[in-house]
Each structure stands twice: as C-alpha cells, then as structure tokens.
C-alpha cells in the first residue's frame, strides 16, 4: 500500500511517504509552479525546478496536473531527476493522460494505468485497475482502505497517521 501525502511540498518532504503530491500549473510567465488554483500576480509558488532540486532521491512525485499544454515538458524534466516508477501522474485531461501515456509509456498515469476516486465515491471493480483513493484523513476510513486489496495508494494530508498503520498492519 502507498501512501501520498496531499499537498505534499515542502510540507511533507521527509515525511516518510512514497509520494508527495504536487499540483502543476504554469503561472503568469510561463513558469512551471506548485499551485491547486490559478496562480494569481504577486503570489509565489515553488517551481518545479526546486521541487524536482528538493525531492530526487528522497519521494516519489505524484504530479497532479491542473492545465494542459505541457506535459511533455513536465514529465521528460521530471525525468530527468526521476526514475519512472517514482513518478506518477493525474491529469484532469483525458487528452493529456494520452499524450503523456504516448510519450512516456513507462510512466504511469491515471485513469490509463490505474484509476483516481475522492474517498466519497463507491469503490467498484474498475475493471481491475489499481485504485488511489483521496484525501483520506479519518483514522478509521485509512484503516478500512489499507485492508481493502483494490486500493494501491491513499492520499492523505496525515501521512505521519497513515504511515503509522500501516506498518502496524505489516
């Protein structure tokens, strides 16, 4: 079972989990940043130059990409610093889960290779695909989804709880 810690930089860099979550916009300049809305003038997000600097070799990127336009720019730099199965993308495109999946086959990506739900959602068969499941807080729903085999990964703002249950699961 993975765990992803949502919105994960800085905040949950050494936190333990597989994955840190990174929202990817481009801003007003062009620039690559962490940013879940629209970035606004003034405002200042990381880039993902100094999240890939920061994270390589220490988490796995869960790139949760708000826009399209430059995936292919985003994943081959991501990879560049990254092997591809500490790489893991979500688009809100389906286009974009094409383009990327085309490119980067080794790369995966949601829904091709494995499928995304918000926790409030039923969790059905997918024909067979691996679930990431999100954002899962309550102690008692992290626990339900660590027993449940057709979960791969939980998205999580308490990778610190979650980590701690499942190695008491192990």
Not at 45 to 62: C, K, P
Request: charged fraction near 30%; proline fraction near 5%.
């Amino acid at each position: 079972m993975l765990i992803s810690a949502h919105a994960g930089y800085p905040r949950w860099l050494g936190s333990g989990a597989d994955f840190i979550e990174v929202d990817v916009r481009r801003d007003r300049d062009g620039v690559i940043v962490d940013s879940h809305d629209e970035p606004k003038a003034g405002e200042t997000h990381a880039t993902m130059d100094e999240i890939l600097a920061a994270a390589a070799g220490r988490v796995g990127l869960h790139l949760d990409l708000k826009e399209s336009g430059f995936e292919v720019e985003l994943v081959g730099r991501t990879l560049e610093r990254f092997a591809a199965d500490k790489v893991v993308v979500t688009p809100d495109f389906e286009s974009s889960s094409r383009i990327i999946k085309q490119r980067f086959p080794e790369v995966r990506v949601s829904p091709i290779d494995f499928v995304t739900l918000d926790q409030q959602n039923p969790i059905d068969d997918y024909d067979g695909k691996p679930i990431w499941i999100w954002t899962v807080d309550d102690k008692r729903r992290i626990e339900q989804l660590l027993a449940d085999p057709r979960i791969e990964c939980i998205v999580t703002n308490r990778p610190d709880l979650a980590l701690k249950l499942r190695k008491a699961r192990a």
